[in-house]
């Protein structure tokens, strides 16, 4: 996911909609993707990548030149889940978390971080990398083809999968260029989703199709 939206500067967890950008909405499509009804899915990863206002306003925090990374991988694998329960993990225990682990994202002694690992790669470049690697890659867009026409589930054996989402902002006609060829556009019909039900939606269209458990 990118937003073009999230910020650091100046973030107020009492007034989370405003102050951070809209913070709460990643956190909600983070717990859409990794979140079970009855416990973490450990098969899959979400990555944010973040604008760069954020990128520039943690690296003036951290006190140093501009960051070598351009995202942050977050999985069940993630210090802090394997420290709490799926059932205490609330969204303002997340966002806590998330702007704490952006703090000190530098500690290499950091022990509840939400992040799995960082990301070097710009959101074009890794998402290349995955499309180039056999990776089943898709981007959520309106004017895609519509998800039904895929075979998501011939043959019914696991796969790698991307989807690929942007903020309520959505991608601009320069942005969409810069996506590999190799990525198929998609979506999910002429209804508008919140992106933690578009999220919830791709998940229930995959477990239908016997593709995830």
């Known amino acids: 996911m990118c937003s073009s939206t999230v910020r650091f500067e100046g973030y107020d967890l009492r007034n989370v909609p405003t102050s951070t950008g809209r ?27 973040p604008n760069s206002t954020f ?16 995202g942050f991988m977050i999985s069940t694998n993630s210090p802090f889940f394997t420290r709490i329960s799926c059932k205490n993990a609330s969204e303002h225990s997340l966002l806590k978390a998330f702007y704490s682990s ?21 959101i074009y470049e890794c998402t290349a990398f995955l499309a180039n690697n056999d990776v089943d890659s898709y981007l959520l867009v309106e004017g895609g083809t519509l998800i039904k026409e895929f075979n998501l589930g011939i043959p019914k054996v696991p796969k790698k999968m991307c989807f690929i989402l942007g903020d ?11 996506f590999s060829p190799k990525i198929k556009r998609i979506s999910l019909g002429t209804t508008s989703y919140l992106s933690s039900t578009t999220i919830t939606l791709v998940k229930w269209i995959l477990w239908k199709n016997q593709i995830i458990s």
């Open 168 to 178: 309520q902002k959505g991608f601009s006609h320069l942005e969409l260029e810069q």
């Open 102 to 122: 952006c703090k000190n994202v530098d500690s290499t002694t950091q022990k509840n971080t939400l992040f799995d690992r960082l990301v070097d790669l710009n």
């Open 23 to 49: 913070a709460d909405v990643i956190m909600r499509v983070m717990k859409s993707a990794l979140f079970n009804p009855n416990g973490y899915n450990s098969n899959i990863a979400f990555i944010l990548f």
């Open 55 to 70: 990128l520039s306003e943690l690296s003036r925090y951290l006190n140093h030149p501009p960051l070598n990374f351009n």
